[in-house]
């Protein structure tokens, strides 16, 4: 079936546009996907097709008309489900689905800026975000103005008239403060700025950054939405026309980073126990956050709805729940950390987050490391050499806590 037919049956009546209405956890589970479309299979096919075939010259043309469908790199129907049912649950006219978190920052950031133009930041980023922008973007020509967007005003001196875009994360990683999209959008938009929100910490079925007023959503899939450990996504959700020029020149020829169906088909599955994950992860979290506060080895814990968070009431009108990551510091700062951490039995020494399986991060020590590599590896702005980050998985609380406690007596 070729993919005219295919979007031909879905506006004719499939389930797609009957999802009006329904709730959150309902459209992750069915949205965009009619199993009548696709031989009656009730779970996304996956097309592991490289090229498609046409019965004529003029049937081949009419398919480069409808935005180059010729090549997978451009067009893949599993991706394209992935693609309209992330959308749908960003509240986005559109979607695009890339092979990484850092492939969606590139193709956004390289398809909308120049030599010339500046891009405003907050100071404090995701590690391989901050390279990029400190090491990559000055090599062509593209102003980075890091600012600390805690105080939203601080970008009115920041934003000039060769600003192209503002980016930020909320949570930012790794510090699990807050930023204020509402407000920063605010004053964004007032000098003619578009806002772009990395929401990876959060995933839509907490926080939804275009109700607040921003402009695009990005998000590392192989993360929350996800959430297996099991494959490396990105996407970029936002309005028709700024998707179609990151779909066209982002991904075609800039970056050429595309998804693998089999991972969109895997992301697809993650995606539908999004919302019963997220609770978890929130309720889990939150109680694993109270009992690293009350500990005497521990000096400081940064959950967003803990009531000693800075941001909690920023975090609490914006994000449903407070998610499941934190980060938090010791007395014995470095080496407490460090000492802690290889006491650990169930929760794992490993980056990343938002998986089934507990993970337990610290920066300064893989930063160290990193530093024979490359001379200028440094933490983000912020980060202290006694963070340590930790993605609450969906074990017990109970089991989780008594490996913190038990790590942490011994101190
Ligand atoms: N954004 C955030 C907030 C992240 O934490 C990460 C990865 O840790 C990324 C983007 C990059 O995503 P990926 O690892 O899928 O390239």
């Known amino acids: 079936m070729t993919r005219t037919t295919e979007q031909a049956k879905m506006d004719a009546g499939g389930q797609s546009s009957h999802n009006a209405g329904l709730g959150f956890a309902t459209r992750s589970i069915h949205h965009g996907y009619d199993p009548a479309c696709f031989s009656n299979a009730v779970q996304t096919p996956v097309f592991l097709n490289s090229t498609y075939g046409f019965e004529s010259v003029a049937a081949n043309e009419a398919a480069a008309a409808l935005g180059g469908r010729l090549y997978a790199r451009e067009y893949n129907p599993t991706t394209e489900i992935l693609e309209t049912r992330l959308a749908n649950l960003e509240g986005a006219q559109a979607g695009l689905v890339v092979a990484s978190g850092m492939a969606a920052f590139s193709a956004l950031t390289l398809s909308l800026l120049s030599q010339g133009d500046e891009l405003v930041v907050h100071k404090t980023l995701y590690a391989n975000t901050l390279a990029m922008v400190e090491q990559a973007f000055p090599r062509f020509g593209i102003k980075v103005v890091a600012v ?40 964004a938009h007032a000098r003619g700025v578009k806002v772009a929100v990395d929401s990876t910490f959060a995933s839509p079925a907490l926080q939804r950054p275009l109700e607040h007023g921003a402009d695009i959503v990005l998000h590392s899939l192989t993360k929350y939405i996800n959430g297996h450990g099991d494959a490396l996504g990105g996407a970029i959700l936002g309005d028709t026309e700024t998707l179609h020029t990151l779909h066209e020149t982002g991904l075609r020829y800039i970056t050429g980073a595309a998804l693998s169906p089999m991972s969109a088909f895997l992301i697809l599955r993650g995606l539908k126990t999004l919302t019963l994950r997220m609770e978890r992860h929130s309720a889990t979290a939150l109680a694993v956050a ?118 942490l007596d011994v101190l």
């Open 148 to 187: 600390d967007l805690a105080d939203p005003s601080g970008m009115d001196e920041a934003i000039t008239d060769r600003t192209r875009l503002v980016f930020f994360e909320t949570p930012v990683n790794p510090l699990s403060r807050i930023l204020d999209i509402g407000s920063i959008a605010e004053r």
């Open 290 to 407: 109270q009992a690293l506060q009350a500990h005497p080895a521990v000096a400081w814990v940064s959950y967003p709805f803990l009531d000693s968070h800075p941001d909690q009431a920023i975090a609490r009108r914006q994000m449903s729940q407070g998610s499941g990551m934190m980060a938090f510091g010791l007395h014995a700062g470095f080496e407490g950390a460090r000492l802690m951490m290889d006491g650990l039995g169930l929760i794992t020494r490993a980056v990343s987050l938002g998986d089934a399986d507990s993970l337990i991060y610290h920066p300064a020590s893989l930063t160290r490391a990193r530093k024979r590599l490359r001379k200028d590896a440094h933490l983000a702005d912020g980060v202290g050499e006694d963070l340590m980050r930790l993605s609450v998985g969906l074990e017990d609380a109970n089991d989780l806590i008594a490996d913190l406690r038990q790590a």
